[in-house]
């Protein structure tokens, strides 16, 4: 006999519906055999409720087959074998056989339908993240391609600027500092491609040692706090007065969190408020630090926060804002929690409500660090 397929988790009322088409499979079934009686009389007193178990197997999967399996051996038994009202003649070795081999076959029915049912979801699933892959490709060409002609557009325009005026310093500081500011912008989404790239082909490398956290968090404010003067918010932070040690790589881990307070920043309005807290749960079972980042930003639909960690992903109001970028950042920050044996999440109320991200990683008492070669 084979054993019970493993099928995907499947929801109740869907699970009622297959074991009340069993129901129904099953008297059809016994409805065709009455019928067939007077031609075929105690002969194959299973063989037309075998259709009835192919039926339950194929759209139901294993549960729904076997009980579809038993309720057949009661009703051909009781209804096709023999006298009912004697028992003896069910209980007869040749009916007994019959019977055993009817159950043998109808479990065994219902194991390959449930594996069946269980490749068809696995196929279906394959089919949809095989469309969505698609789809982000599409969209990746469309905004690494809208992301690069800005700068170029911008750099095209400074070099003008220097052809037809190379004597007016003034014009020349100016096409200077836009070339710099547009080539770190193409820097940066071109360190953001290697870095996506080095994730997935489980190429990052990370080397694991015990940081301080709230060091870790520091070095990030120092590389946001520029963009953050700029945007003119206000920062309100609890670092606590513990050091918070953490095993993982430093570097990565200040690139996680100066990329969420520079998303933070960009998507929020002039002189808005930050935050930013680390929790140090020492005493909790799971023995973890989480740090949250929360802003009054632009804020998002709650039904795009599950796509927001993906590569190519932009926020809301990323095509319209001048600090945007390829949509890798979160992706980025995503493996490298990952990598460090910790969790990444947001939460927004909806738009114009402001968003939250909670990192949180297991304390350096509890963590085995980070995995030399990152698997993607």
């Not at 869907?14 to 009389?41: H, K, Q």
């Not at 070095?219 to 706090?225: D, G, K, R, T, V």
């Amino acid at each position: 006999m084979l054993p019970t397929p493993h099928q995907p988790p499947i929801a109740p009322a869907a699970r009622s519906r297959d074991y009340v088409l069993a129901l129904i499979a099953v008297f059809a079934a016994m409805t065709l055999r009455y019928l067939l009686n007077p031609l075929l009389g105690q002969q194959g007193p299973y063989l037309i409720l075998c259709l009835a178990i192919v039926v339950a197997a194929f759209y139901g999967g294993f549960g729904p087959a076997v009980f579809a399996t038993l309720l057949s051996a009661a009703i051909g038994t009781y209804f096709f074998m023999g006298d009912r009202y004697r028992l003896e003649v069910i209980f007869e070795p040749q009916n007994i056989s019959r019977t055993v081999l009817f159950l043998a076959i109808g479990l065994s029915i219902g194991a390959i339908g449930g594996r069946l049912r269980a490749s068809r979801h696995a196929l279906a699933d394959s089919v949809r993240q095989l469309r969505a892959s698609n789809r982000a490709k599409d969209n990746a060409m469309a905004t690494l391609g809208h992301e690069i002609r800005n700068p170029l557009s911008a750099l095209h325009s400074a070099q003008e600027v220097l052809r037809r005026a190379p004597e007016d310093p003034k014009r020349v500081v100016w096409a200077s500092e836009l070339i710099g500011r547009q080539v770190l912008q193409m820097t940066r989404m071109a360190d953001d491609l290697l870095d996506l790239s080095a994730v997935m082909r489980g190429e990052l490398r990370l080397v694991g040692q015990p940081v301080d956290l709230r060091q870790v968090v520091e070095q990030a404010l120092e590389q946001s706090s520029a963009l953050i003067a700029k945007k003119g918010h206000r920062l309100h932070t609890d670092l606590g007065t513990e050091p918070v040690d953490v095993v993982g790589d430093a570097t990565r881990l200040v690139q996680v969190f100066a990329n969420l307070l520079n998303n933070a920043a960009k998507y929020t309005d002039p002189g808005g408020e930050l935050t930013l807290h680390i929790h140090n749960a020492l005493a909790s079972p799971a023995r973890s630090v989480t740090v949250t980042i929360g802003d009054n930003g632009i804020g998002m639909q709650p039904g795009a926060i599950d796509e927001l960690f993906e590569p190519f992903v932009q926020a809301p109001g990323a095509a319209s804002n001048a600090e945007g970028g390829l949509g890798l950042g979160l992706a980025i920050v995503r493996k490298i929690v990952e990598h460090h044996g910790g969790e990444v999440s947001a939460h927004s109320a909806g738009l114009g409500q402001g968003s939250t991200v909670t990192v949180t990683l297991p304390l350096a008492a509890a963590s085995a660090g980070p995995s030399h070669d990152a698997a993607a």
